[in-house]
């Protein structure tokens, strides 16, 4: 946990230093949007897990986690939309900072 606080403070200076503003903001934006979509999947997942313990139907679980998972995708459309409207190096340190999270996420879980 304190390797990713210390990485996306890392990534919030680099782009901050090398794309001004623009890039700082935009690696905000991106950081944020994939850590609330990670959250957000992790504790569907937590939730649907322990429903199928109780005897809820596993396939609905599976049916719902998909769901989740699509529907983040308008999240990142809208929030990459933004980027672009910023202008400058936003739109790249927005998919940068996407990037960071799920590298760090597959990081993690190779690790456990």
Known sequence: MKFAVVAAVLCLVVSGVLGSGTGLTGMALGLAVALVGVFALVGFTKLFAEA??????????????????????????????????????????????????????VVWG???
């Open 52 to 105: 199928a313990t109780e005897g809820a139907n596993p396939k609905q679980g599976a049916l719902l986690t998909a769901l989740a998972f699509v529907i983040k995708i308008p999240l990142y459309f809208l929030a990459f939309k933004a980027a672009e409207a910023i202008g400058g190096q936003a739109p790249t340190c927005f998919i940068t900072g996407v990037v960071v999270v799920y590298s760090g996420l």
């Open 110 to 112: 190779l690790t456990r």
